[in-house]
């Protein structure tokens, strides 16, 4: 949760995971947290070299979410 080392942001991060859980009102809501990773994922070295099984399961999931966040961008703009 955050970067090697961070600890601060770390806490932030983990205060913030907290929470969403005490103030969600109901199972599956999303919350956006306002954390910005400081590099481009595609940028980021640390990936393992396999996707993990979390990830394969949801990837067109994911697909999809990023291209309504795209899209919702290209609509305000």
Not at 15 to 40: D, N, Q, R, S, Y
Not at 51 to 71: G, N, V
């Amino acid at each position: 949760m955050g970067q090697v080392g961070d600890r601060e942001g770390q806490r932030k991060v983990l205060l913030k995971t907290l929470e969403v859980l005490e103030k969600a009102k109901k199972p599956g809501e999303v919350w956006h947290l306002p954390f910005i990773w400081p590099e481009e994922p595609k940028n980021a070295d640390w990936q393992p070299p396999e996707m993990s099984p979390l990830i394969k399961f949801y990837l067109e999931d994911i697909k999809k979410a990023r291209r309504q966040q795209e899209d919702q961008a290209k609509a305000k703009a």
